[in-house]
């Protein structure tokens, strides 16, 4: 009897099981290699400016993808209860973090704001890892004290003393642009999980009027003019001083002009000509207006939309499945991306006042686009579990 092989079965790329969010997966690629692109395109003449090689910032953020890329593979492979677990300890570093940095020759001061911490070859922006943390700390708090954040008062402000402390801190540096995608994240993560509107609404406008007096109050006890003022003055006429407080506005104006529906072409941006100051990192986007005009800068809006889109999703997925502070914590990020987006994409076109954000993985910057790559990688981490665990097994609740 002839013995017959069995042929094994072959699955096409629609029949393979895929054990991660393939759309975001390829937003998250489109977005790294445009942002890359876009940062050599911008970033050269800056380089010359600063006697560097030309190549000096694209090596770098070459540099700071594949570390973002190589912690993110480790992140990707630690359980979302592992995180929980070290939540308070993590807490404890991002505000040791924001300290340190207020520390003369220990904080670095750029642009007369003290936000970074030298290691050498970068230096770490002391924000982003703080605002990681935070939510990591509420989506654990929310998970062992939910109904009681959600039926009594002080179970909702005991975590907004703390967020109140991050804020307290980060107006210290002073770094106003964090401070609010930090409190309306905190906020929206609390929503979702179920908290009073009313506590939400109510905290959002006192705090809200709180960091703005700070912020008023703090320039007049070191004889300086609140910028606050300069910057609302500029988002309402920026032509009214277009060669001093309002240069970058007016700059920035131009460049989306120039650029019209399908702009200059790639590298053609005069406005990065030493014009429009960071055009490689907080001016990104009216360069990309500039050079490839509103179709380029429609499609880094459709790209941020479906990540984010696809971040609620997991979210979600999480939430079915009672995984509630993965869910937490992917509403955290998710919110957290899109809020940094919009006001940088907000400023660049006169929208919003000048906050000084980079947008995300677009940008030239190690800070962000590092700690980017690890908040996506556990999204992906979240992901990976909602599809593995089909037991609807909760999260693992820590003793008291």
């Known amino acids: 009897m002839d ?3 069995p042929q094994r079965k072959s699955k096409s790329l629609v029949e393979a099981d895929i054990n991660f969010d393939l759309p975001l997966v390829l937003v998250l690629l489109a977005m790294l290699g ?3 692109v876009m940062v ?3 970033s050269i003449p800056v380089a010359e400016r600063l006697s560097l090689e030309p190549s000096y910032f694209v090596f770098r953020q070459g540099v700071f993808l594949l ?3 190589l912690i993110g593979m480790f992140v990707f492979r630690t359980p979302t209860d592992i995180w929980q677990k070290w939540a308070p300890l993590l807490l404890f570093l991002g505000f040791l ?3 340190l940095v207020l520390i003369p020759g220990v904080g670095k001061v750029i642009n007369g704001s003290r936000r970074w911490i030298s290691l050498g070859f970068f230096s770490i922006q002391a924000s982003e890892l703080a605002k990681l943390f935070l939510y990591i700390y509420l989506a654990d708090y929310l998970l062992r004290h939910g109904e009681q954040a959600r039926n009594e008062l002080m179970g909702f402000v005991r975590p907004m003393i703390i967020v109140m402390l991050m804020c307290l801190l980060l107006i210290a540096e002073p770094d106003f642009g964090a401070t609010v995608v930090l409190l309306t994240t905190s906020l929206t993560i609390m929503f979702l999980s179920g908290i009073r509107f009313k506590y939400i609404a109510s905290t959002f406008i006192a705090l809200g009027l709180l960091v703005t007096l700070l912020a008023v109050v703090k320039p007049y006890l070191q004889d300086k003019t609140p910028y606050v003022f300069d910057r609302v003055s500029v988002l309402l006429n920026p032509w009214g001083d277009p060669f001093d407080k309002g240069y970058q506005a007016t700059n920035s104006l131009m460049a989306f002009g120039r650029g019209g529906i399908d702009g200059v072409g790639l590298g053609g941006s005069i406005q990065k000509l030493h014009y429009l ?6 001016y990104i986007f009216s360069i990309i207006g500039e050079e490839l005009g509103l179709i380029g800068a429609t499609l880094v809006m459709l790209m941020f939309v479906v990540l984010v889109w696809r971040a609620f999703s997991i979210a979600t ?3 079915n499945r009672k995984s509630y502070f993965s869910a937490y914590l992917a509403y955290g990020i998710a919110t957290w991306i899109a809020m940094q987006a919009m006001i940088n994409m907000g400023v660049s076109m006169v929208i919003l006042p000048a906050k000084g954000l980079n947008l995300p993985l677009i940008s030239y910057g190690g800070s962000n686009l590092i700690v980017t790559l690890i908040a996506i990688a556990m999204l992906l981490r ?3 579990e909602n599809r593995h665990d089909k037991k609807n097994k909760p999260n693992y609740v820590r003793k008291r």
């Open 3 to 5: 013995y017959i092989k």
């Open 67 to 69: 570390i973002g890329i």
């Open 40 to 42: 050599a395109s911008a």
């Open 97 to 99: 973090l924001l300290v």
């Open 317 to 319: 997925e999480a939430i």
């Open 34 to 36: 445009f942002g890359f």
């Open 382 to 384: 979240i992901d990976y």
């Open 277 to 282: 100051p960071e055009p490689h990192n907080d």
